[in-house]
Structure formats: structure tokens, C-alpha cells
């Protein structure tokens, strides 16, 4: 699909079709371009064009930063801040919270803790009846996943595609036969 590009310009000063809007939406659920298309109403078969296309309007462009930069300030977050509290969880030592000693098992004075250890803590509970305290801890494992992900450590699903997001054509093809 060729755009003409005084009508381009023209359509990036004006507001974005309700198409537009939920592909932004759609987008900033996970980054996925082909995906956030297809959630948004386009065509499977023309999905990824159009995604190429939407993610370089000027005025779809201005959306999604508008967007991005309302969800942080409203929320404080940022890149570095998820990956501060995911690494507080990922690597929280159950030491930090309770002393051994002769087979007895503590808890420490959680206000001489420091706060970002405490954030690990997923559930404390007592048993009146036994009368056992139980400490459980976020998902470690999980968190250290997730910061994996988060830094390109780990590919769920490669898709390779061609120039602008089109299948790969192979250009040379050589086929060789062995003759008796």
C-alpha cells in the first residue's frame, strides 16, 4: 500500500481514526506491532504492513509517547525502577529475615530491616493453634526471569521476516544433481 505523501502529511496533523487509537492501545500492551494490528481490527494478511505503516505516522507516534509518558508519571514508573524491585525479589536471601541458631529459627526486628528488603516479603502469617510463624518471599526464580526477559537474555519466539516485515524470499536457488 503506497501513501501519498502530501496526503500523509496532511493525515499526521489530524486526529487518529478510532483504528488508530486502539492500535495504540493495543501496542502498548506489549510492544508487538503485528499483534497490536490484528487486536485493533486489521487484517491478518495485511497486519504487519499496516503495523509498519501506523508505527511510522508522525501523529500515531506522538500518541504512544503521549501515552507512555502519562502511565509513568501517573504510576513512577520506569525501566530502572521495575528492574530495581524485580532484582529485590530475585535475589532476597531468607537469611535477611530470620537467625538460625540450634535449630531455632528467629524472626529479625522487621524495622531494623531496610525497606527494600521488606518489599521481597510476599505473605507473613501466624498460626494461633500451632502457634508457627510462616515467611514466604516473592517468586525469585520468576523475577530473575522476567529481568532476563526484560534485558533480551532469553527469545520466546524468533520471527525473522524480510525487508518491511514482508516473508523471506530466497533469491538464489541452486540445485545440484548427481548424474550416474
Same mark, same amino acid.
Given at each position: 500500500?503506497?501513501?501519498?505523501?502530501?496526503?500523509?502529511?496532511?493525515?499526521?496533523?489530524?486526529?487518529?481514526?478510532?483504528?488508530?487509537?486502539?492500535?495504540?492501545?493495543?501496542?502498548?500492551?506489549?510492544?508487538?506491532?503485528?499483534?497490536?494490528?490484528?487486536?485493533?481490527?486489521?487484517?491478518?494478511?495485511?497486519?504487519?504492513?499496516?503495523?509498519?505503516?501506523?508505527?511510522?505516522? !508522525? &501523529?500515531?507516534?506522538?500518541?504512544?509517547? @503521549?501515552?507512555?509518558?502519562? %502511565?509513568?508519571?501517573?504510576? +513512577?514508573?520506569?525501566? $530502572?525502577?521495575?528492574?530495581?524491585?524485580?532484582?529485590?525479589?530475585?535475589?532476597?536471601?531468607?537469611?535477611?529475615?530470620?537467625?538460625?541458631?540450634?535449630?531455632?529459627?528467629?524472626?529479625?526486628?522487621?524495622?531494623?530491616?531496610?525497606?527494600?528488603?521488606?518489599?521481597?516479603?510476599?505473605?507473613?502469617?501466624?498460626? !494461633? &493453634?500451632?502457634?508457627?510463624?510462616?515467611? @514466604?518471599?516473592?517468586?525469585? %526464580?520468576?523475577?530473575?526471569? +522476567?529481568?532476563?526477559? $526484560?534485558?533480551?537474555?532469553?527469545?520466546?519466539?524468533?520471527?525473522?521476516?524480510?525487508?518491511?516485515?514482508?516473508?523471506?524470499?530466497?533469491?538464489?536457488?541452486?540445485?545440484?544433481?548427481?548424474?550416474?
Amino acid at each position: 500500500m503506497k501513501i501519498n505523501r502530501r496526503d500523509s502529511t496532511k493525515r499526521d496533523k489530524e486526529k487518529l481514526t478510532d483504528k488508530e487509537n486502539r492500535f495504540v492501545i493495543e501496542y502498548l500492551r506489549d510492544y508487538n506491532g503485528l499483534q497490536s494490528a490484528i487486536r485493533a481490527g486489521y487484517s491478518e494478511a495485511t497486519a504487519g504492513q499496516i503495523a509498519y505503516e501506523l508505527l511510522h505516522r !508522525q &501523529r500515531v507516534r506522538n500518541k504512544i509517547d @503521549e501515552h507512555e509518558k502519562d %502511565l509513568s508519571t501517573r504510576f +513512577l514508573v520506569t525501566r $530502572e525502577r521495575l528492574m530495581k524491585e524485580m532484582s529485590i525479589a530475585g535475589y532476597a536471601d531468607m537469611a535477611d529475615y530470620v537467625d538460625v541458631d540450634n535449630g531455632e529459627i528467629t524472626i529479625k526486628d522487621f524495622k531494623s530491616l531496610p525497606p527494600q528488603i521488606t518489599r521481597a516479603i510476599k505473605k507473613i502469617g501466624y498460626n !494461633q &493453634r500451632t502457634g508457627k510463624f510462616t515467611l @514466604e518471599l516473592h517468586d525469585g %526464580l520468576k523475577a530473575k526471569e +522476567l529481568m532476563g526477559k $526484560e534485558v533480551g537474555m532469553f527469545k520466546d519466539k524468533m520471527e525473522l521476516s524480510g525487508p518491511g516485515g514482508k516473508d523471506l524470499v530466497p533469491t538464489n536457488i541452486v540445485i545440484e544433481f548427481t548424474g550416474k
